[in-house]
């Protein structure tokens, strides 16, 4: 078991273009989420999917962020137009209804 | 407003020293869950309680529903200890974690 795996770890973007983050959760966990860490804002929850149907994503900022799962084995965060406030380290998770394992994360920077 | 505030945001101890770290909530929760943290590190699920007391190793979480707060209580604390303790709450009806802003704990010899 691999744990949840993030790719890429590092990603530096310029302002403008387009991010896509990817994340293979754990197999056989029924639910993927993704936040946001920032040092000034902390984790933030972002969006989650149960057996890939889209259930919460409050957390989207609506404009330029979307998500993601075309399969089981992964979901895609995607960030178009990208502005210097996105930097930040993005965080997927999958549960299976007790623990929630976190990856390693993906730090966004954009210059 | 914040829904979840943990106290105090920084801790330093020495050695073998016990912490208490205190979490206290806003709205409802099913559940508290405590998570570890190391600088530039993954976050790694500890303890999860809905209510009352559980253990694992040097680790106590106290979580009293009805008075929307938690504690997390390490005993003996080491030196591999030091990192930053997170809360975090999930709703009925919702898995989406609020996550308070951690406490960070500095252990020394």
């Known amino acids: 078991n691999a744990g949840v795996i993030q790719t890429p770890r590092h990603k530096v973007t310029g302002k403008g273009q387009e991010a896509t983050l990817w994340c293979e959760p754990i197999?056989?966990?029924?639910?993927v989420f993704w936040y946001r860490q920032t040092i000034v804002q902390g984790l933030e929850f972002l969006t989650y999917?149960?057996?890939?149907?889209?259930?919460?994503d409050s957390g989207m900022p609506k404009e330029r962020f979307s998500a993601q799962m075309p399969n089981q084995s992964h979901s895609t965060l995607k960030i178009q137009s990208t502005q210097p406030q996105d930097s930040a380290v993005y965080l997927c998770?999958?549960?299976?209804?007790?623990?929630?394992?976190f990856g390693k994360g993906t730090r966004l920077t954009v210059v | 407003g914040q829904q979840v505030q943990q106290s105090p945001a920084s801790l330093v101890l020495q050695e073998g020293e016990n912490a208490e770290l205190q979490c206290n909530f806003s709205?409802?929760?099913?559940?508290l869950q405590w998570f570890y943290q190391r600088p530039g590190g993954s976050l790694v699920s500890l303890l999860s309680?809905?209510?009352g007391t559980k253990h694992t190793g040097r680790l106590t979480s106290t979580t009293v529903t009805k008075e929307r707060r938690g504690s997390l209580h390490i005993s003996s604390s080491q030196i591999t200890d030091s990192g930053t303790y997170l809360c975090?709450?999930?709703?009925?009806?919702?898995?989406?974690?609020?996550f308070g802003e951690g406490t960070k704990l500095t252990v020394s010899s």
């Open positions: 999917f149960r057996n890939q149907a889209p259930i919460d």
């Open positions: 197999s056989g966990h029924s639910a």
């Open positions: 975090a709450m999930d709703q009925g009806g919702s898995a989406k974690l609020i």
């Open positions: 309680n809905p209510s």
């Open positions: 709205s409802t929760a099913t559940r």
């Open positions: 998770a999958s549960s299976l209804g007790g623990g929630v394992f």
